[in-house]
């Protein structure tokens, strides 16, 4: 059951570039998107969420951007640093049922 | 606060032989996740307690598989016999209904199957 599209499956940034990935949702009763960040051999943690109710959410260089209409959001890091180097899940859930993942993105920010 | 602690963090083990994973939530947090994730994939949700209770277990091969959260904190996850494709990182996770709604994840146990 694909709920979630997610892209690209790997992504590779220059120190200082921003780095963009895509993720795609078909229930529309979703209604907290959040982005999680993992680094091998740790468990996901939470890098930032937002609700439906706002288009987009800031903190430090992480962004996300949400396009309810298009049923479409977005993680931006911005001046991408090697220590940024993880696999990226986005993530969606519908009241208290439990997170549905994407299949993550590997991201290397090179010097 | 204490994060989510499991143990061990690494299993080999032979076909056929079983496996227990425990997991301690973070305290006061009643809603426990499992998760199985397989290299290159997210997690994928195996069971969902409620305190004591399971909520949705859909996704467990319960012809090999089995969870118990006794007493409304620790958890368990048995697999019994395992199989090649049962190699994999298990995850186990907890949330406070009551707050933000945060996930928080454990580091999760790396079992390899041979």
């Known amino acids: 059951q694909q709920q979630v599209k997610q892209s690209p499956q790997s992504l590779i940034v220059q120190k200082g570039g921003i780095s963009i990935i895509n993720c795609a949702y078909e229930?529309?009763?979703?209604?907290?998107f959040p982005w999680y960040q993992q680094f091998p051999g740790k468990g996901p943690a939470l890098l930032i969420a937002?609700?439906?109710?706002?288009s987009e959410k800031k903190e430090g260089r992480f962004t996300i951007s949400f396009n309810k209409s298009a049923k479409q959001f977005s993680l931006h890091i911005m001046d991408s640093q090697p220590g940024d180097s993880a696999t990226y899940f986005c993530?969606?859930?519908?009241?208290?049922?439990?997170?549905?993942f994407g299949k993550g993105t590997r991201l290397s920010v090179i010097a | 606060e204490a994060g989510v602690a499991q143990s061990p963090r690494y299993k080999i083990i032979e076909k056929r032989q079983s496996v227990a994973f425990w997991c301690n939530p973070i305290?006061?947090?009643?809603?426990l996740y499992w998760y199985q994730q397989i290299l290159g994939q997210g997690p994928k949700l195996l069971i969902q307690?409620?305190?004591?209770?399971?909520?949705?277990d859909s996704q467990l091969p319960k012809d090999r598989f089995s969870a118990e959260r006794l007493k409304g904190v620790d958890s368990t996850l048995k697999i019994q016999p395992a199989k090649l494709e049962d190699s994999a990182v298990y995850l186990c996770?907890?949330?406070?209904?009551?707050?933000?709604?945060?996930?928080?994840f454990g580091p999760g146990t790396r079992l390899t199957v041979t």
């Open positions: 993530a969606f859930r519908s009241g208290n049922t439990p997170l549905v």
């Open positions: 229930n529309t009763a979703f209604d907290y």
């Open positions: 937002i609700r439906p109710d706002v």
């Open positions: 305290s006061g947090h009643a809603t």
């Open positions: 307690f409620q305190n004591n209770g399971v909520v949705d």
């Open positions: 996770a907890s949330i406070n209904t009551g707050t933000s709604g945060e996930q928080y």
